[in-house]
């Protein structure tokens, strides 16, 4: 079972897929609802004073809190979660742990194809903190203190988004396990989009 979206946001309607492999399927799907995310962060200036950082922790410690039973499930690798280095930064930057919203997905019991499209959009969220990461270094922060959870995987960026895709591509899913899958992605997107907006109507 999977949660409903939790956005008064329609999502977009995943079409079938002629075959292509599921990381693809769900980059092209998830396109719309993926850039209407960045924009929106690029417009909150996340790395123009601290306190702006610290706002966006609190969506990224929503974001890897709501993920969080997807890794203890064993679905995801575990050496790739970030919710405790979340957690470890609003630590470091004296800020209080935020309280979870009673309208977060429950993914303690998600369908292996609703867990995917998960693990799509949470592991393909690092592949942009190399660039991050030196945003916060001008704020005096860095992957010792601050900005812990956009330091890179042991692996490296790419070469643990290629884990990742391989994993994803791997999976044989039917037609409506892959429309599901990307459903899930949608909804990822689409709550990160609804907790940062929430985030930063108070900034």
Same mark, same amino acid.
């Given at each position: =079972?999977?949660?409903? @979206? ?9 079409q079938q897929s ?5 990381? #693809? !399927?769900? *980059? ?5 609802? /993926?850039?209407?995310?960045?924009? $929106? @962060?690029?417009?909150?200036? @996340?790395?123009?004073?601290? &306190?702006? !950082? ?13 993920? %969080?039973?997807?890794? =203890? ?7 790739? +979660?970030?919710l405790q280095l #979340? ?5 470091? =930057? ?32 690092? &592949?942009?903190?190399? #660039? ?17 959870? @956009? ?5 490296? #960026? ?7 895709? +391989? /994993? ?20 990822? $997107? +689409? $709550?990160?989009? *609804?907790?940062?907006?929430?985030? $930063?109507?108070? %900034?």
């Amino acid at each position: =079972m999977h949660s409903p @979206l939790p956005s008064s946001d329609p999502p977009a309607r995943c079409q079938q897929s002629a075959g292509s492999p599921l990381s #693809v !399927y769900l *980059r092209d799907a998830t396109r719309s609802v /993926h850039g209407s995310l960045d924009a $929106f @962060l690029i417009g909150q200036r @996340l790395f123009e004073s601290t &306190l702006r !950082y610290g706002r966006f922790l609190q969506v990224q410690w929503h974001f890897h809190h709501a993920a %969080a039973p997807l890794y =203890m499930d064993g679905l995801m690798l575990p050496t790739t +979660a970030r919710l405790q280095l #979340v957690e470890q930064d609003l630590l470091d =930057m004296g800020a209080p742990l935020p309280r979870a919203h009673a309208w977060r997905p429950r993914l303690q019991h998600a369908s292996r194809a609703w867990a995917l499209g998960w693990l799509y959009t949470v592991e393909g969220s690092a &592949l942009g903190s190399a #660039v991050l990461l030196k945003y916060a270094a001008a704020l005096g922060l860095g992957a010792g203190h601050g900005a812990r959870h @956009l330091a890179p995987s042991p692996a490296g #960026v790419a070469e643990q988004w290629r884990i990742t895709r +391989a /994993h994803l591509d791997a999976e044989p899913l039917t037609q409506q396990q892959r429309q599901q899958a990307c459903s899930a992605a949608q909804q990822a $997107f +689409a $709550f990160v989009r *609804r907790c940062a907006a929430e985030v $930063f109507s108070n %900034a």
